[in-house]
């Protein structure tokens, strides 16, 4: 049976956007030459202050870039100061997720600023695309990452439906995992979002559901050409691709790159995952008990 999505209705105050975002840095003129004069941000506004206070607060300087759409990215320099250890750049995964993304309207000015990057000299790290963005990324002179990035398309209410599926999912499995059952990846999520859809009530059938949007359309166009296994629309915004005994797909011949092939299933499964590496995932139906 199908859950209840919980809808907001914002009725208080709300968010205009985003005024600045804000980090510490201890290269000065590197950082006002990377972002002023490389990037072309404008540099908007500066404040010099004594220490806020506390005695062990140094003095600083807070100054900020204009980053477009009436944002702004501003860095604090505490003056006398040395970077602690803890703050140190990495390449860790956990580490770089704070980052800073920018917003351009299309692929062509995605492109423009990639040029402009690497003729500023600055090392590009990567390109990807990830369902519905696709972006650059390079560092600052502090080590901090830097995205720019164009959308592909719109969020509807799809995508907030199905959002509301996976946190519910995802909360419900955290809860359980505080009661001492384990949460140690992302199957479970799936699985217990794929029960809260309409599956196909069969024995011996695997099943995907796949929001229907532009980035997994393949994954449906591959089910509904291979001659094997059956699509159905379920009517929650999803199409269901049930498999007896199972179900196969490989990233190359659908065209996925990685970044949205390890999101194949995130509109949920009804099975176990028996492979998922970089080009193949085999789903096998739920073993009864």
Same mark, same amino acid.
């Given at each position: 049976?199908?859950?209840?999505?919980?809808?907001?209705?914002?009725?208080?105050?709300?968010?205009?956007?985003?005024?600045?975002?804000?980090?510490?840095?201890?290269?000065?003129?590197?950082?006002?030459? *990377? $972002?002023?004069?490389?990037?072309?941000? !404008?540099?908007?506004? @500066?404040? %010099?202050?004594?220490?806020?206070?506390?005695?062990? /607060?140094?003095?600083?300087?807070?100054?900020?870039?204009?980053?477009?759409?009436?944002?702004?990215?501003?860095? *604090? $320099?505490?003056?006398?100061?040395?970077? !602690?250890?803890?703050? @140190?750049? %990495?390449?860790?995964?956990?580490?770089?997720?704070? /980052?800073?993304?920018?917003?351009?309207?299309?692929?062509?000015?995605?492109?423009?600023?990639?040029?402009?990057?690497?003729?500023?000299?600055?090392?590009?790290?990567?390109?990807?695309?990830?369902?519905?963005?696709?972006?650059?990324?390079?560092?600052?002179?502090?080590?901090?990452?830097?995205?720019?990035?164009?959308q592909t398309r719109p969020f509807d209410?799809?995508?907030?439906?199905?959002?509301?599926?996976?946190?519910?999912?995802?909360?419900?499995?955290?809860?359980?995992?505080?009661?001492?059952?384990?949460?140690?990846?992302?199957?479970?999520?799936?699985?217990?979002?794929?029960?809260?859809?309409?599956?196909?009530?069969?024995?011996?059938?695997?099943?995907?559901?796949?929001?229907?949007?532009?980035?997994?359309?393949?994954?449906?166009?591959?089910?509904?050409?291979?001659?094997?296994?059956?699509?159905?629309?379920?009517?929650?915004?999803?199409?269901?691709?049930?498999?007896?005994?199972?179900?196969?797909?490989?990233?190359?011949?659908?065209?996925?790159?990685?970044?949205?092939?390890?999101?194949?299933?995130?509109?949920?499964?009804?099975?176990?995952?028996?492979?998922?590496?970089?080009?193949?995932?085999?789903?096998?139906?739920?073993?009864?008990?």
């Amino acid at each position: 049976m199908n859950q209840p999505i919980h809808s907001y209705q914002l009725t208080g105050p709300v968010l205009r956007g985003v005024h600045h975002t804000a980090r510490p840095t201890w290269k000065l003129e590197e950082t006002v030459h *990377f $972002y002023r004069d490389l990037l072309g941000l !404008p540099l908007v506004h @500066a404040i %010099s202050a004594r220490g806020w206070g506390p005695v062990d /607060h140094a003095d600083f300087l807070h100054f900020f870039f204009d980053s477009g759409n009436g944002s702004t990215i501003a860095f *604090f $320099y505490y003056i006398g100061t040395e970077r !602690p250890e803890r703050l @140190a750049p %990495s390449d860790h995964y956990q580490v770089r997720a704070t /980052h800073t993304a920018w917003q351009v309207t299309d692929a062509a000015e995605l492109a423009a600023w990639r040029a402009r990057v690497e003729q500023a000299g600055i090392e590009l790290r990567y390109q990807v695309r990830h369902e519905v963005i696709e972006s650059i990324y390079f560092n600052d002179p502090n080590g901090y990452p830097i995205e720019i990035t164009y959308q592909t398309r719109p969020f509807d209410t799809m995508d907030a439906a199905d959002a509301a599926r996976t946190i519910e999912a995802a909360i419900d499995m955290e809860r359980r995992g505080a009661a001492g059952e384990p949460f140690a990846s992302i199957e479970p999520v799936w699985q217990c979002k794929g029960r809260r859809l309409e599956v196909s009530g069969e024995a011996g059938v695997a099943s995907v559901f796949v929001l229907d949007v532009p980035e997994f359309r393949p994954l449906v166009d591959a089910a509904r050409g291979s001659g094997i296994y059956r699509t159905t629309t379920t009517g929650d915004g999803y199409i269901r691709i049930d498999g007896n005994p199972g179900i196969t797909f490989t990233r190359k011949a659908l065209g996925f790159k990685p970044a949205v092939w390890y999101g194949a299933l995130t509109g949920g499964l009804a099975g176990r995952i028996e492979q998922f590496d970089t080009d193949r995932l085999v789903i096998s139906p739920m073993v009864q008990q």
